[in-house]
């Protein structure tokens, strides 16, 4: 169901950015050791690809699968001490909305550890770019108490 490199999160501060058929985990560190963890949807393969496009610019998404591959994620990002999550686009549109509604319905506890929410451009971002938007996002925090 998925492949990695970061074998726990548990205890450390990390990011996920979250899309439609994958997310991608990095541990926010300093410096260039930044560990990544790929998680597949668990139907990544059951559709192709150009129809699922296909389909969502016409708002007819299918959503099957949804569940089970927010599941996965939330128990595996619940081990963390701190979560910033980001994810492309906005509205109906925002699978990290989405996310975050099952994950703060299902596990409410974990969910606490969700510090930061934001919509970025991840296709023109790289990881470590993340990780320098996420200490941005940090050091706003402690400024603003946010």
């Given at each position: ?29 300093q410096g260039p050791e930044r560990e ?74 974990e969910y606490k550890l969700v510090t ?22 940090k050091k706003e925090q402690m400024e603003?108490?946010?």
């Open positions: 169901m998925h492949e990695t490199s970061l074998a726990d999160v548990s205890g450390k501060w990390v990011i996920a950015a979250v899309t439609r058929d994958y997310c991608d985990v990095w541990h926010v560190v990544v963890m790929h998680l597949h949807r668990p139907d990544e393969g059951a559709e192709h690809h150009h129809v699922r496009q296909a389909q969502e610019h016409h708002g007819h998404r299918s959503d099957a699968g949804s569940s089970e591959y927010y599941k996965y994620v939330a128990a595996v990002l619940a081990a963390a001490s701190e979560i910033m999550l980001v994810g492309h686009g906005s509205g109906k549109s925002s699978i990290v909305e989405e996310f975050a509604e099952y994950f703060s319905k299902h596990l409410p506890n930061e929410i934001r919509h970025v451009n991840l296709p023109a971002l790289s990881g470590g770019e993340l990780i320098q938007l996420a200490h941005g996002w603003f108490g946010v």
